[in-house]
């Protein structure tokens, strides 16, 4: 038995895609080792009721992610790692910041306590697994010399190695993943705009992976650490909801539900903000174009190298870090807008990508299936089986 720590909270938003990121690292393990059991644990809760558990199994496996100003906020496991006595072993780490640019990594500040704890961490280690090239280099910043980037859990569907890229000859039915940010709503829209003009006669899906607190149940109204239930999100998610409906989108829930997600499958292009909605595509061979609106999204269309935009423009002379006490990295404040407000010409470069993609065949796209399958074959794989 492995112990999981996962980013998928069993309440509040319910984000499918760290439900992704969980269900993939359990698919790998049990494909690679032959072990299926696991005791999986929200990475907020208090791991002190676990640590018999915890102590009797193989190791702990977290995506963990460091931010520019501390270990993630709300890992529990910070405070308990005294009492754990198996490996601490990383899988797919990220790092998170806003806007996640070149200016932001040389930013990185986190406090002398993180750093002391990333090190403990790295020194019980043979490899630190990173899922994307940025995360490897932050680490490296603080001294963890044995990184290795595996990519992202989420990016090997496992049913798909060996496929090609499907590069569809028209678009019949298309994906978008609408922005994290609040203050993204208006390029959101722009990009719901051009996507309508781009495939009028096309089916148009808006694909929601998180319940906000307009849509929970009574019962879901708690939340974790994160922007996900506040006001300004629901504000946004309602404002797209109803720029749906008005330019002929059908609004998919998927928050908690993994199914939901094999809606990409009958999908031949995803458009949008959501890293699992474009990893969720990618890896099923279908092309995706991925707008990113903080680190994350930086460093995935970095090391993937197709499809990618940055949705932000760093503001000229702005420097320094913006301290937050919430676990979203995307932008969350006035103060980190006027760092790096929202692209307003996006979209016109995104039509124009997709126009090229249509008319090429998505030719840009042929290299990345064997990209995912020498990473997976080399790298990946590997790495699973070497997890004691």
């Avoid at 148009?204 to 506040?230: F, K, P, Q, W, Y």
């Avoid at 993609?357 to 290299?367: A, K, N």
Wanted: net charge negative; hydrophobic share 40%; with cysteine.
């Amino acid at each position: 038995m492995y112990t999981l720590l996962t980013t998928c909270p069993p309440y509040g938003s319910r984000n499918v895609g760290d439900k992704l990121i969980e269900q993939s690292i359990k698919d790998l393990v049990a494909h690679e080792t032959g072990v299926t059991e696991f005791l999986t644990i929200f990475r907020e809760e208090p791991l002190e009721p676990y640590l018999e558990e915890i102590n009797g199994s193989r190791a702990v496996l977290a995506t963990m992610g460091l931010r520019n100003t501390s270990y993630h906020v709300g890992w529990a496991i910070i405070d308990a790692v005294d009492q754990i006595r198996v490996p601490i072993i990383p899988v797919g780490s990220n790092w998170n910041a806003y806007p996640g640019d070149a200016q932001s990594r040389r930013d990185l500040a986190p406090p002398e306590e993180n750093v002391a704890f990333v090190r403990r961490i790295a020194d019980q280690l043979e490899q630190w697994s990173c899922r994307e090239y940025h995360a490897c280099r932050m680490l490296e910043k603080l001294g963890v010399e044995n990184t290795l980037m595996t990519g992202d859990p989420a990016w090997f569907h496992l049913p798909s190695l060996g496929k090609p890229m499907r590069r569809p000859a028209g678009v019949e039915r298309v994906a978008f993943s609408p922005p994290l940010s609040p203050f993204y709503v208006h390029q959101g829209e722009q990009m719901m705009r051009m996507l309508a003009s781009f495939a009028p006669q096309a089916e148009r899906i808006c694909a929601m992976h998180l319940v906000d607190a307009g849509t929970a149940g009574e019962n879901e109204v708690r939340s974790e650490r994160s922007a996900a239930m506040t006001p300004a999100v629901a504000r946004k998610n309602r404002r797209i909801r109803e720029l749906a409906d008005e330019l002929g989108f059908r609004v998919c829930e998927m928050a908690g539900d993994l199914s939901a997600l094999d809606l990409y499958d009958t999908c031949d292009l995803h458009v949008g903000y959501e890293c699992h909605a474009h990893v969720s595509c990618i890896s099923r061979r279908i092309p995706s174009v991925l707008i990113a609106e903080d680190a994350r999204g930086v460093g995935f269309n970095y090391t993937l190298g197709v499809g990618g935009f940055n949705g932000f423009v760093r503001t000229p002379g702005s420097t320094g870090v913006v301290r937050k006490e919430i676990t979203s990295g995307y932008c969350t404040s006035l103060e980190e807008f006027a760092m790096a407000p929202a692209r307003g010409d996006v979209h016109e470069e995104v039509h124009q990508f997709l126009l090229e993609e249509l008319s090429s065949g998505f030719r840009r796209y042929v290299g990345l299936a064997s990209y995912l399958d020498r990473l997976y074959q080399e790298v990946m794989g590997p790495f699973i089986r070497s997890l004691r």
